[in-house]
């Protein structure tokens, strides 16, 4: 599998699928309401499952393969940039947003806007051993990213 050509393209998807994915569970399963930085950390995974799929859709032209998956990647260490300066603003390292998300998408009323959470960006919902979402979104981008941009490195100097 890792020696495939579409291991690259295949990791490209899967990564942001499962982090998006975990987000969106964290959110609506578990009640863990993103801020505004939450949400941009979501738009590049978003880019990134559009542009794997678009290179596993043009698996024919190898070319075009490689490039979206790079891009892919791209966009899934653009993430987790965001999450390790989320995570800085979280633990206090530097100042963030002054800003709060309410979630509210749509028409709002005023009182969805009186009975919305108010989110903030410089305090973590939730953490594991210290490390918050937006930490763990930081490293999984980025070991994701990493072994995509492994995957196909290698692929281009076996010649293959």
Do not use: K
């Amino acid at each position: 599998m890792l020696n495939s050509r579409f291991a690259a393209p295949l990791l490209a998807l899967a990564a942001p699928l499962l982090l998006y994915g975990g987000a969106l569970v964290s959110q609506y399963g578990f009640g863990l309401h993103p801020c505004e930085m939450c949400y941009w950390q979501r738009w590049p995974h978003q880019a990134a499952i559009v542009l794997a799929a678009l290179a596993l859709l043009l698996r024919r032209h190898d070319g075009a393969m490689r490039a979206l998956t790079l891009l892919a990647a791209l966009a899934i260490a653009v993430s987790g940039a965001i999450g390790v300066f989320h995570a800085g603003v979280e633990y206090g390292f530097w100042e963030g947003l002054t800003r709060c998300a309410t979630g509210q998408v749509g028409p709002v009323s005023l009182d969805d806007i009186m009975n919305a959470p108010l989110i903030r960006c410089d305090t973590a919902p939730w953490s594991l051993f210290g490390i918050s979402l937006a930490g763990f979104n930081a490293i999984f981008s980025f070991a994701a990213a990493a072994l995509v941009l492994i995957l196909l490195r290698r692929r281009s100097t076996s010649g293959a």
